[in-house]
């Protein structure tokens, strides 16, 4: 069974900086894609950003050039930086994990609120 742990989320100015990560248990991190997701309130969840198990990136057109994703694998990490933070960019985060067998692993998510 797959546990991920969010943390780092917080409150921020707009154009400060952030970096959530987010703690796989269990052996398939390292050959599993992992994401973020973000859901604000009244809306949608939402893809921000993935990284694959080789480490391809690709990013939400919304946040790209501020954000940026990484992994550990021998700490079994994800992690996301976000800089340049906007008000836009409040919500929930999610960690996401995707098994080579396409399951889907859910964290609780992280709160993130930027005041402007």
């Known amino acids: 069974q797959v546990q991920l742990v969010e943390s780092g989320g917080g409150s921020a100015q707009a154009g400060g900086s952030l970096r959530l990560s987010c703690a796989a248990s269990g052996s398939i991190f390292s050959s599993s894609g992992m994401r973020w997701y973000r859901q604000a309130p009244g809306k949608q969840r939402d893809l921000v950003a993935a990284?694959?198990?080789?480490?391809?990136?690709n990013y939400a057109d919304s946040v790209k050039g501020r954000f940026t994703i990484s992994r550990d694998n021998a700490k079994n990490t994800v992690y996301l930086q976000m800089n340049s933070l906007k008000p836009e960019d409040t919500a929930v985060y999610y960690c996401?994990?995707?098994?080579?067998?396409?399951?889907?692993?859910w964290g609780k998510g992280t709160l993130v609120t930027v005041s402007s």
């Open positions: 996401n994990l995707r098994s080579t067998y396409s399951a889907d692993y």
């Open positions: 990284i694959s198990s080789g480490g391809r990136t």
